[in-house]
């Protein structure tokens, strides 16, 4: 069984730069789409990015396009999510996931897609 344990979250000042990355374990991360999901108090879970397993189909949020981006090394069996140009609103718990099916496509849209999920990483942004 896949499991999923995400880092490096903290404190950033709203314009500022961040990294988190999610290690996988128990299984091969080659055959899973991946994604990042974030949780703000009191709102719905929301995906930001997503990556296919195969063909490394990106697919972005709108509130994450253009600032973030969403990598895979395999080889390290780490996903990581960078951050740019962070705003207060990007604020929450980031969660990585894992989807079994996403070969060639990936949801930002729906996180029941998604089979496994790491525990999450906190991410606030104020100055």
């Known amino acids: 069984q896949l499991q999923l344990v995400e880092s490096g979250g903290g404190l950033v000042q709203p314009g500022g730069s961040l990294r988190i990355s999610c290690v996988a374990s128990?299984?091969?991360?080659?055959?899973?789409?991946v994604g990042w999901f974030r949780q703000a108090p009191g709102q719905e879970r929301e995906g930001v990015a997503c990556?296919?397993?195969?063909?490394?189909?990106?697919n972005y949020a709108d509130s994450a396009e253009g600032r973030f981006t969403i990598s895979r090394d395999n080889a390290q069996s780490t996903v990581y999510l960078q951050m740019n140009s962070l705003k207060p609103g990007d604020a929450g718990i980031y969660f990585c996931?894992?989807?079994?099916?996403?070969?060639?496509?990936?949801?930002?849209?729906?996180?029941?897609?998604?089979?496994?999920w790491g525990q999450g990483t906190q991410v606030t942004v104020s100055s």
């Open positions: 128990g299984e091969s991360l080659d055959y899973y789409g």
């Open positions: 990556m296919s397993a195969k063909s490394g189909t990106i």
């Open positions: 996931a894992a989807d079994f099916t996403a070969d060639y496509y990936c949801s930002v849209n729906d996180r029941y897609e998604y089979d496994y």
